[in-house]
């Protein structure tokens, strides 16, 4: 579903990510950890095509992200969870979702994609006409993500989700995500939670300064010495 061959990006003369390479398939939860500064949202924004690489490739379903363009990316069949949610918050929970909806300009229809999305969600079925502004953390980040959501697409590209939110909603959260995966979706999730994020996930990557350090199955990622020493 998403493959990163070799990316190098900067910002102006300054370089942020260096030969970075990294593969989702179809089905797999894959996690992309680091400390901050490593490069994590940089590598996000690269994947969305907002930043372009210097170097290298990017594909989604076969197809290369800056060719492509941002705005093509959610009719890809790709869903987008942003650090800090990102919603608009003088727009009822309904309309943020239906914009997400509107963005994948999919022939499903808005109120069944609504409705099964609801199963996952039922707290913020009940806040449909609530403006999202109003709305506490893990709540808007419940939207975030059911907005990525409401167009079924076959990836879902999360970055730091799990931030800011309370011990229990971040339990709550990642079993969410691992129901996504069940249910046949791609999904790379970026986070710092290392050990939560390594056991939901098959592999992991680890990104240090901009270049990925370590990459492997996550269960022996949680036993190697570099990760235990910066996380756990």
Partial sequence: MLEMNSVST????????????????????VCLLGPNGAGKSTTFNAICGLLPCNSG???IAGRGVNETGTE???????????EGRRLFPTLTVRENLRLGFEAAKTSLDFD??????????????????????????????????ARALISDPDLVVM?????GLSP????????????????GKAV??????????????????????GEIAISGDSRDL???????????
């Fill in 159 to 163: 970055d730091e989700p799990s931030l």
């Fill in 188 to 209: 790379l999730l970026i986070e710092q939670n290392a050990e939560t994020a390594l056991s939901i996930s098959e592999r992991g990557y680890l990104l240090i300064r």
């Fill in 57 to 59: 490739s990017i594909r």
């Fill in 10 to 29: 900067s910002y102006g003369p300054v370089p942020m990510l260096r030969n970075v390479s990294l593969t989702v398939g179809k089905g797999e939860l």
């Fill in 112 to 145: 069944e994609r609504l409705q099964a999305v609801g199963e996952l969600f039922p707290r913020i079925m009940e806040r449909l006409d609530q403006g999202a502004g109003t709305m506490s953390g893990g709540e808007q980040a419940m939207v975030a993500l």
């Fill in 72 to 82: 093509s990316l959610a009719r890809l069949g790709v869903g987008f969870v942003p």
């Fill in 168 to 183: 229990k909603l971040i339990d709550e959260y990642f079993l969410i995500v691992s129901r996504i995966r069940d249910a």
């Fill in 222 to 232: 949680l036993k190697d010495d570099t990760i235990r020493h910066l996380y756990l």
